[in-house]
């Protein structure tokens, strides 16, 4: 009761959506507003990239991109691990989004400039979009204990989703006011903002549910291991290998059922709309992705915080995957267009919504070493390798049957069933081991050492 009276206006109008406790209330706005700005640079110069990329080069240039990404990440990540072992978290986060800040000036320079450099933007854009989110709530992570943090990151989230919805309709605007080098200057402008917010939401964490000091460095077992970065600190973790394993099969089936989609939306506008499929095809996508948009805002912000107070981090890691299951096997067993585009807006609702809070969310009681090198080497490099894998099923399935894309719907059905059993696995190690730390001492609900110390490895 006496916390009931302590807390504001704000923090009882959040507590309609979670449990949100006194003094927590301007921390958890200024990550909200950082999260939103973080989207809407990104959002600013996503049309960009696209515009540049076919203007001076064309789809196929675009596809190579993928592969480039991937293999400038690998150099990347033992990068950025050394920067991690040589900084505080707040210098990492703030030194990171300072290069973007320096990288966005120099393309804005070279644009007024008349230098063509579509392809390098459209990757450097690509693996921005990915870093400066990992960074993000590697940032949230290391700022709350585990019980905070499952309490309030549903909540942060709304940001990310209201953020990208904002930025896109910006940039639409924006495209013909200022054109892609205002909109980059922008999109730097914005990216500035979001670096002076971290260091005030940081103070503003209450006692209660601030994150422990961070133990010991667990030593390397040599130079190997300092130069791997990210991919060593995963590697010595069963743990983290099934993190990663989940973020590669999520983009797996995410990237293989845009193939589907495709396919099957042709064949679609070829008879409903014959000598207009381009505007049929436009009009649908818009549509498609502002549905999505649309209900993933609203889980993030209605259920997502509710389902991992009540039902637990581990269980609210299966209803994506499950649900993915029973869409994909109707799918299989009664081929609809209709019920393609119900199933592929809910993987793609729940998946930005709870699945991706879920598991930003297992590294809350880790170390720092976890939460900045492993988780960017996961959010990155893992999340591009699920694009590529696809990629290769749908170059040797299309070679090798003759059925037609319709086939990929069971491939994608094994890949969910192989996510919702990974999924499993990863939130019973989860429970395990943060179970056992909780049960060990009594710092589990006010930020002691217990779950750290467990998850540090």
């Given at each position: 009761?006496?916390?009931?009276?302590?807390?504001?206006?704000?923090?009882?109008?959040?507590?309609?959506?979670?449990?949100?406790?006194?003094?927590?209330?301007?921390?958890?706005?200024?990550?909200?507003?950082?999260?939103?700005?973080?989207?809407?640079?990104?959002?600013?110069?996503?049309?960009?990239?696209?515009?540049?990329?076919?203007?001076?080069?064309?789809?196929?240039?675009?596809?190579?991109?993928?592969?480039?990404?991937?293999?400038?990440?690998?150099?990347?990540?033992?990068?950025?691990?050394?920067?991690?072992?040589?900084?505080?978290?707040?210098?990492?986060y703030?030194?990171?989004?300072?290069?973007?800040?320096?990288?966005?000036?120099?393309?804005?320079?070279?644009?007024?400039?008349?230098?063509?450099?579509?392809?390098?933007?459209?990757?450097?854009?690509?693996?921005?979009?990915?870093?400066?989110?990992?960074?993000?709530?590697a940032?949230?992570?290391?700022?709350?204990?585990?019980?905070?943090?499952?309490?309030?990151f549903?909540?942060?989230a709304?940001?990310?989703?209201?953020?990208?919805?904002?930025?896109?309709?910006?940039?639409?605007?924006?495209?013909?006011?200022?054109?892609?080098?205002?909109?980059?200057?922008?999109s730097?402008?914005?990216?500035?903002?979001?670096?002076?917010?971290?260091?005030?939401?940081?103070?503003?964490?209450?006692?209660?549910?601030?994150?422990?000091?961070?133990?010991?460095?667990?030593?390397?077992?040599?130079?190997?291991?300092?130069?791997?970065?990210?991919?060593?600190?995963?590697?010595?973790?069963?743990?983290?290998?099934?993190?990663?394993?989940?973020?590669?099969?999520?983009?797996?089936?995410?990237?293989?059922?845009?193939?589907?989609?495709?396919?099957?939306?042709?064949?679609?506008?070829?008879?409903?709309?014959?000598?207009?499929?381009?505007?049929?095809?436009?009009?649908?996508?818009?549509?498609?992705?502002?549905?999505?948009?649309?209900?993933?805002f609203?889980?993030?912000?209605?259920?997502?915080?509710?389902?991992?107070?009540?039902?637990?981090?581990?269980?609210?890691?299966?209803?994506?995957?499950v649900?993915?299951?029973?869409?994909?096997?109707?799918?299989?067993?009664?081929?609809?267009?209709?019920?393609?585009?119900?199933?592929?807006?809910m993987?793609?609702?729940?998946?930005?919504?709870?699945?991706?809070?879920?598991?930003?969310?297992?590294?809350?009681?880790?170390?720092?070493?976890?939460?900045?090198?492993?988780?960017?080497?996961?959010?990155?490099?893992?999340?591009?390798?699920?694009?590529?894998?696809?990629?290769?099923?749908?170059?040797?399935?299309?070679?090798?049957?003759?059925?037609?894309?319709?086939?990929?719907?069971?491939?994608?059905?094994?890949?969910?069933?192989?996510?919702?059993?990974?999924?499993?696995?990863?939130?019973?190690?989860?429970?395990?081991?943060?179970?056992?730390?909780?049960?060990?001492?009594?710092?589990g609900?006010?930020?002691?050492?217990?779950?750290?110390?467990?998850l540090?490895?």
């Open positions: 009761m006496s916390d009931l009276r302590q807390r504001s206006g704000f923090e009882r109008l959040l507590s309609l959506f979670t449990s949100v406790r006194a003094g927590e209330g301007r921390c958890v706005a200024l990550l909200c507003l950082q999260a939103f700005l973080l989207m809407v640079a990104y959002y600013l110069i996503r049309p960009v990239r696209e515009a540049l990329i076919l203007t001076e080069g064309d789809p196929e240039i675009r596809s190579y991109a993928v592969g480039v990404q991937a293999a400038i990440l690998i150099l990347v990540i033992p990068a950025y691990g050394a920067l991690v072992r040589h900084a505080n978290p707040g210098g990492v703030r030194r990171v989004n300072l290069l973007f800040v320096f990288n966005l000036l120099i393309f804005f320079v070279l644009g007024q400039a008349g230098y063509r450099f579509g392809f390098v933007f459209f990757v450097w854009a690509s693996i921005f979009a990915v870093m400066a989110v990992t960074q993000f709530w940032f949230a992570t290391d700022l709350f204990n585990a019980h905070a943090g499952q309490r309030l549903g909540i942060i709304i940001g990310v989703s209201a953020g990208a919805w904002v930025g896109s309709r910006l940039a639409q605007a924006g495209f013909e006011a200022v054109g892609p080098y205002g909109l980059m200057l922008a730097a402008l914005v990216l500035t903002i979001v670096i002076g917010l971290g260091a005030r939401a940081r103070v503003r964490v209450p006692a209660p549910a601030r994150a422990e000091d961070a133990p010991a460095p667990v030593p390397n077992s040599g130079r190997t291991a300092r130069w791997l970065g990210g991919f060593a600190v995963i590697g010595r973790s069963r743990y983290l290998v099934g993190i990663a394993a989940l973020v590669v099969l999520i983009n797996w089936i995410t990237s293989t059922g845009d193939y589907v989609l495709s396919c099957w939306l042709i064949e679609v506008a070829r008879l409903e709309a014959p000598g207009t499929q381009g505007v049929f095809i436009g009009r649908f996508m818009g549509s498609f992705y502002s549905t999505i948009t649309l209900i993933g609203l889980i993030q912000l209605l259920l997502v915080s509710r389902i991992i107070q009540f039902a637990g981090l581990a269980r609210a890691l299966l209803v994506t995957p649900a993915l299951v029973v869409g994909f096997l109707l799918l299989g067993i009664l081929p609809v267009f209709l019920l393609l585009q119900s199933v592929l807006v993987q793609r609702s729940l998946d930005y919504s709870l699945l991706n809070t879920a598991r930003n969310a297992l590294l809350l009681p880790a170390s720092r070493d976890v939460k900045y090198q492993a988780k960017t080497a996961i959010d990155t490099f893992f999340y591009r390798g699920g694009d590529l894998l696809s990629t290769l099923a749908i170059f040797a399935g299309v070679r090798l049957f003759d059925e037609g894309y319709q086939q990929f719907v069971w491939m994608i059905l094994v890949l969910c069933i192989t996510l919702a059993l990974v999924a499993w696995l990863v939130g019973r190690e989860y429970s395990r081991r943060y179970g056992a730390a909780a049960g060990s001492g009594s710092g609900a006010q930020g002691g050492v217990g779950p750290r110390a467990v540090a490895q």
